[in-house]
């Protein structure tokens, strides 16, 4: 097998703190391969998974149509790339997307991930919060998550499922190759989910 | 990877509920520096309406800042600045789904809760606005918001960061459309972080006592600083950029992000000038792309701007020696 090659989409966010949870979770499985921060279909084209980072999904979406990375990256999902969003990566992965206060907006989405979002749903800054979830689903029975302005997901299509609650609010979902949680899991030590990820790309490469 | 510790033992700011049973924490460093975090390799904009908010949104601005007048407007009319207000900022909330911060005056305690109560998600304690304390800053553990400060030195930003800040901004000289004060001020952070960073190296604890008598700051602060090499939180820089080239430069220099004020909304290309300097900031790294920003400005809209050398009033002083 060759060696795995796993991006960070690098538009805009917390890229950084992914590219050291990623290699922290390649160094404790084992695995060999590289960590790139991409932002162009030629670079989304080579890759084997990507993570799609926390930051603001609206800016992403609208940098990621403007250079042609968003073409790339919904070929790049349908073929089976494994893609894990983060937050933003979550709202920009999602087939619809409305904020809690302004509603609707005509913010660009990958449409990939068959679920509906309410941006900010547990209020603005002042109301993130710390709590510890527990997706047992994918092995992780308990993780802290770190929320922030996060969006929660409202409405699942018949693929998806559901990996993690909060408060009644599903925060963690699985539809095939995506998996997007609503909290940071770049934010902390624990690289577990991380591994879990580098895992399910490991495994689709082989 | 920025570390997010830094907490203080029972600060103010940070608070513990639970919610079904479940312990939930509000307020901590991680989430405070990590909304800062959210925010890197963006461009955050002053903005004075609803109308210019949604035209940043619409540009992709990570954020914005409001205002009651835009810093070179400041400038012009004198007398004394204070936060916007609160209808406005309240109005631009309930328009935008990007982060929205509002700015208080330098040690205004109130104004600060003031605008924690209203909900902005960050708090820029600024010397854009004429500060209400020129001796003390406010002691920013207390809130749950996080806030950032402008600074022109390593030690004034590891002052700031010391009092609570979850953000730096590296100060430019605000409303002159020049962008030669962040220049200098990026360069001379860089420069002392590189000085403690060698000290750190070297082994020499009593150097690095010194260092933090000199910058007035503990010595753990002065020592994790000098251990990783970098400010302990995340750092944009802002203050007279008018153009693409202007962030992409910066964001050169190890800018994590910018902030414009006049430059955008004082040009009279706002539109074409916001998109630009986001996609010059992204995309930095390739000249052909910034180019590429550069042309979709026209130099003759661009804000006349100052020489920084004559003028009567330098905001960036404000609050430094404290």
């Known amino acids: 097998m060759s060696e795995l090659d796993i991006g960070i989409l690098a538009l805009q966010g917390d890229v950084t703190e992914n590219f050291m949870s990623t290699m922290m979770a390649m160094n404790e499985l084992g695995i060999d391969g590289s960590v790139n921060q991409v932002k162009t279909p030629d670079q989304i084209s080579a890759l084997d998974g990507l993570i799609i980072p926390g930051g603001e999904s609206t800016m992403m979406g609208q940098l990621s149509l403007t250079n042609g990375a968003m073409n790339s990256l919904k070929e790049k999902i349908e073929s089976g790339m494994p893609v894990l969003g983060i937050c933003a990566g979550m709202i920009l992965l999602s087939k619809n997307s409305k904020d809690r206060v302004v509603g609707s907006t005509k913010q660009p989405l990958l449409d990939a991930l068959d679920v509906e ?29 770190v929320f922030i302005r996060a969006p929660a997901v409202l409405k699942t299509g018949s693929g998806v499922e559901t990996l993690g609650k909060f408060n009644e609010k599903i925060i963690a979902v699985k539809q095939g190759n995506i998996i997007a949680t609503s909290f940071h899991p770049e934010l902390t030590r624990d690289v577990s989910l991380h591994k879990q990820f580098v895992k399910m790309v490991a495994e689709s490469k082989n | 990877m920025i570390p997010l510790s830094g907490d203080l033992p029972r600060a103010k700011g940070v608070k513990s509920d639970s919610v079904e049973s479940i312990d939930v924490t509000k307020g901590t460093s991680t989430l405070k520096r990590g909304f800062a975090h959210m925010l890197k390799n963006g461009v955050v904009m002053d903005v004075t309406t609803v109308e210019q908010a949604q035209i940043a949104e619409e540009a992709g601005a990570v954020s914005v800042m409001v205002l009651d007048k835009l810093p070179s407007d400041v400038r012009k009319a004198g007398g004394v600045a204070r936060t916007a207000s609160i209808r406005i900022i309240q109005d631009i909330m309930d328009h935008v789904t990007i982060p929205v911060m509002a700015k208080c ?30 001796n003390h800053h406010i002691w920013k553990w207390d809130y749950t918001t996080p806030f950032v400060n402008g600074a022109r030195s390593l030690a004034e930003a590891l002052r700031r960061v010391e009092e609570g800040a979850a953000m730096i901004r590296t100060k430019g000289e605000p409303g002159t459309g020049n962008v030669a004060e962040a220049i200098l001020h990026i360069k001379k952070v860089n420069d002392e972080l590189r000085s403690i960073k060698a000290i750190y190296d070297s082994g020499d604890k009593q150097d690095l006592v010194r260092m933090a008598r000199e910058f007035k700051v503990s010595f753990d602060l002065v020592e994790e600083t000098a251990k990783i090499g970098r400010l302990p939180v995340v750092n944009f820089a802002a203050g007279g950029i008018a153009t693409p080239a202007d962030a992409a430069y910066l964001m050169s220099l190890g ?20 998109r630009a300097t986001v996609l010059a900031t992204t995309f930095w790294e390739d000249p052909d792309a910034v180019k590429e920003a550069q042309k979709m400005i026209n130099e003759k809209q661009s804000m006349l701007g100052l020489d920084v050398n004559n003028l009567e009033l330098r905001m960036q002083e404000r609050g430094g020696s404290a």
């Open chain 2, 105 to 134: 005056r330098i040690g205004h305690v109130y104004e600060a809760k003031v605008l924690a109560e209203a909900n902005v998600d960050m708090i820029d304690e600024s010397e854009v606005l004429t500060p209400a304390d020129e």
């Open chain 2, 255 to 274: 800018c994590d992000g910018i902030f414009v004020g006049s430059g955008i909304f004082k040009a009279e290309d706002a539109m074409e000038r916001a």
């Open chain 1, 117 to 145: 979002i309410e941006r900010n749903s547990f209020g603005r800054q002042k109301d993130s919060f710390e709590a510890e979830v527990s997706l047992d689903a994918m092995e992780i029975p308990s993780f802290q998550g």
